[in-house]
């Protein structure tokens, strides 16, 4: 059942067979990954993953949100605590609550990227159930100890071309200096500008002054580039003295989680509000409009340095008190809620929208802006793009729908192609194959009805899987 | 037409096989009802149903309200003028007025759900319209006289386990008292908890100080529970006495209309308005709010008694101000309008979201928040679950859509099942049918498209269509 | 490929076959155009169109916004610009420019009209692309200067039985006195009441006192009517004679393209801002509501005189400033933002929403409101239609999502029918021929699932395409 060959596929044999067809056009292509979370030490220090349930399970927020839906608790799933207090220890343990569980992700995303990978990458054919949770740790903690899948290994048996990590600026660049020292294999770096290995330039957690830490995190920017932060002025110096520094690390492209997609043109207010902050003065309204402000001064140097910028608004950080008290941040406590991006991005789009050395790459998880404003901004504005569907909205139905709201509008190359956004390396060739299924079977539909042909139709498809995400994301050299 | 056995069922061969064998599998399930507004004197009294026009149209709201559209008036219709000036008496005329425009719900629920009561339960096999209409009067007329069309005889027949009416605290549960006085039938009472007929407890005229009666109301439950009603302490007193008698009653659920998903924790606050509201110094701010704080009351008592708490915000009542004023409230002069649920509900959810003795029931209008809200609160807090798409959106498309954007992020168990929420009694069946075929439907896909085994769609399919319910509602017993 | 018989009809063949039957009831029928932006003077003067980039690139903004979305500027497409700096005057280089970028409009409603307008009105019936380029620019130039493609005869081929244009209270209606002046044709005059071609009234820039010339339009208003506008009774008995010659020239409608739905029954307040513009002391929220004011004001004029109001609100205008600069007003710079109905329309429907002398046809770019309040709208109050799916929501999916949205509340007979709405004269068919395959294609699914039967699906196919636009828009004498 897990790996049919047409799963995924339309029923009907008509648009079954176009979806079959297209979709071999795009199997032998490497996966192109532009955005995602995984450490770059996975691949820097090349040590074997620790076992199934830390591999799969702890990490993974899609899998333990839904275990608690349904009653189960961090601690019962090994998810360190904030105040360091135990939680389970026994990876077998909570392999066997998880397992248990199983028929939770019946439909999920989850489970159709759980099931490629314990086939396609560990060789189990089985279902996991209750009854076969044993079989599975210890196949899967057998082959965790191979050469075969130490993480080098896996990244080209998975044959990615590059995959793109995120990193704050204030983290430490060291990883991407330790790969870009590795030898290249058959041509290619693992690490700097063209290597296999990117940064990406994410500075939320130092234009969120609310975020805790944020002065030292703003102090700490100044030791790292040796520029005084101490001023606006000063703070913008230095972060492009660090994207400077980013590029060198073969970045891109930057990317900003703010709560939402306002922006606001307006350096001296800026100004005034960073001021304000550092002295602990500004009050609510002004800490929550700074990123606003902050989004423009980073388009500003985007024109300049070339880095294409990613933008992921919507998600109401930390909903979950409990969650959020109990075992911090990302741990699957975050819920969406509307957004706005006409009125909000006006101001940017005011400024650069129609600039060529721009590039803004937009992501929602508010399918109500698909048809009504990202279509129309990215077919109107040659700036923009209309980014993957985004997280919860990253399933079957969800890109079906995004492209069903999209393409009548901004059409296919106004979007910049599938990233997989993710945190689970295992996983990246899953995510990519329910992509490039899922675009098969759309455009499937497309020359079913006589909409395109099959030869537009198979063209679209390698561009989708391909040619744009490395076109748009600045990946081609 | 009406009655083809693949009605609902996709259309090509494939997967329509698949929905066919799924549905098979619930087709003998009994069916769960654990909310709707049936009157319970229907089965306390058992008494005939009265003519045709009087029990399918006068009162059906998704009949009267598409007339209207259409020109028609209340008056023509029957429906009881709130001046008591006369409308329509004759039942047969109002049934030809309806059936010479019966084109007119071509495509809708209401026609799936009249055709199949017409065949299924009153034997009429031939389609409805101006020519017919005096035949299927005559022919319903005849068949409601006789005593297997007799409420009781009804609700045996059609299977029904469990059927939940709705009372305000201030409602008499004397029906119900009566039903839980009659004898058991094959080992079922009919009343009280445990029984065939179950009550629930919606409190919506008492936490609205700006409905007309408010006042009275609140004195009211004073007598009827004996406690003082006068302090707020006292309200919430008399409301957690008058939730004792519904759980004696049988209740297992609250239900909750307020306008909007608002919710606020501070019962000094909520106090402070219950008392200005009952000295009418209540300003509109507070007025609306009111309710919000008492959604966070009834929560903290449903920690306590076990209720679950059903949420139906959305409708923008009496929106239409000729129908309100000249046939009063219910007449189908309600219109939805956009709602939030993340941001609305996290007081609530930092009160009680992962407290296991609580469990809440998010319904809606908008489906705009299906995927982006009410995916992720219910496959992120235990509390929280998914009510089956309502009113407006109980319907195929309706439900179809819900299945689609639910799924891939809350799964199937975090949904509640289906509820037919209906006044219409003899529609129940004719609803579970629908509701039945569209899960099936849509789990045949997921079978089809290999992203589910037939055998996991077939429980799948038997949960939804009778174990959730019956657990999420708190009716396993 | 671009003309199949079968395109954009279902996969599977059940389904097709009943399309394609469906459809077959419709291929006859004239076409009906009650809503639409083409110059009437193209029929009053009947000289050939000119080149073929002036035809169909340079003034259609779904072509011109597509090639600025990949950094193509107006000049380069023989936009005018609005300080009349040259822009590209070569009609080939502008032809070639959009033939070497075709492939970006797959999968776009405007490949689907070009295509079937290329093959079906101009006979070429190859793929456009840079090679063809200048085969098409030839063949097209060729068959412009022919009598066969002269406006008229055009009209003629095109089946077209009644042409809305649209014009405003200030514009002249000489045009369409030059048709009603032009003998009839087989019974059917050219222009006035009844005519082939008529006008709509859109009084947009006289209630939009932010609009640059407001003051110099409500005067030129005075010199048209003779009715002096200097007080706001004035500006009303002015409209109202305007509205008389409309009327006179054919009129059935009038038009609103107001920013939002937002209506407000308040003569006096009106009165008071109407003087306050006029003297430039209105302040920003009195020139935004103005026309909310209004709105309700042409409603009452609606209810007197007969004119079907049409709304079309959503659209941010003139979005995108550098082109609003550059190149002025309606090139392709206006994108949708959230729109709400149900709260916004109360006060007019409050005041005539049951009013059978009133008829109000809706639309929206904010499809979020097709389900949640539209469809309760029009199903529940007799003078409102939900209008057909408007501007980037005319497409192929955009039409589905409406009727599937739409029909489960609201019916097909709440519904207006289809309207082009396109200042492209040549797309006319084409445009018609998509919504009745889509409606067609739609009809079939709910054939093949049981839920209508074929004859009755007939009837609705034949009412959307030719009767409903025909009754709601007045057009049946």
Chains 1, 2, 3 share one sequence.
Not at 27 to 38: D, F, I, Q, R
Not at 97 to 115: I, K, M, Q, V
Not at 223 to 236: C, K
Request: contains cysteine; glycine residues 8%; hydrophobic residues 35%.
């Amino acid at each position: 059942m897990s790996l049919h060959p047409d799963r995924l596929f339309p029923a009907d044999d008509r648009t079954r067979a176009i979806a079959r067809e297209l979709h071999r056009r795009t199997t032998g292509l490497p996966l192109v990954s532009p955005h995602g979370h995984v450490d770059p030490r996975l691949m820097s220090r090349n040590e074997p993953f620790p076992d199934p349930a830390r591999l799969f399970v702890v990490p993974d927020h899609y899998l333990t949100r839904m275990l608690y839906s349904q009653g189960y608790t961090p601690d019962q799933l090994g998810v360190p605590s904030a105040d360091g207090s135990p939680s389970e220890a026994d990876g077998r343990a909570i392999w066997r609550r998880f397992a248990e569980n199983y028929h939770l992700f019946r439909g999920t995303p989850s489970r159709l990227w759980l099931d490629y990978t314990f086939a396609e990458v560990f060789g189990i054919y089985k279902p996991l159930s209750g009854e076969t949770a044993d079989d599975f740790y210890d196949h899967l903690s057998a082959r965790l100890t191979e050469p075969d899948y130490l993480p080098r290994a896996l990244f080209d048996k998975f044959n990615i071309e590059v995959l793109a990590t995120t990193e704050s600026p204030v983290d430490s660049l060291d990883p991407h200096a330790e790969l870009e020292a590795m030898p290249a294999e058959n041509g290619r770096k693992w690490g700097g500008p063209g290597g296999k290995v990117v940064t990406t330039f994410r500075p939320d957690n130092l234009v969120e002054p609310g975020w805790p830490g944020w002065k030292e995190r703003v102090e700490r920017l100044a030791e790292i580039t040796g520029v005084d932060t101490s001023t606006f002025d000063g703070f913008l110096s230095a972060l492009r003295a660090r994207r400077r520094d980013f590029i060198a690390a073969g970045a891109t492209c930057s990317d900003h989680g703010n709560r939402t997609a306002g922006t606001l043109d307006d350096p001296k207010k800026a100004a005034e509000i960073f001021h304000k902050a550092l002295n602990g003065e500004a009050d609510e309204t002004e800490i929550l409009q700074f990123p606003a402000y902050m989004l423009v001064e980073f388009a500003r140097m985007s024109v300049e340095d070339g880095l294409v910028m990613q933008l992921h608004p919507g998600s109401d950080r930390n909903h979950n008190k409990w969650l959020y008290e109990g075992w911090g941040r990302d741990v699957g406590g975050d819920i969406p809620s509307s957004n706005e991006y006409t009125l909000e991005l006006k101001p940017l789009l005011d400024a650069f929208g129609n600039d060529p050395r721009f590039r803004l790459v937009v992501y929602t998880l508010d399918e109500t802006s698909f048809s009504r404003e990202i279509a129309p901004l990215a077919g109107g504005y040659s700036a923009v793009f209309a980014g993957a569907p985004w997280w919860f909205l990253d399933s079957p139905e969800g890109m079906m729908r995004f492209r069903e709201a999209i393409h009548e509008t901004a059409g296919f190359y106004n979007t910049a192609g599938f990233v997989d956004d993710t945190r689970a390396f295992c996983s990246i060739p899953a995510r990519h194959d329910v992509a490039r299924r899922i675009d098969a079977a759309f455009l499937a539909r497309l020359v079913a009805e006589h909409r395109m042909t099959e030869d537009e139709a198979g063209e679209v498809a390698v561009d989708l899987a391909y040619n744009l995400p490395r076109r748009i994301y600045g990946l081609e050299k």
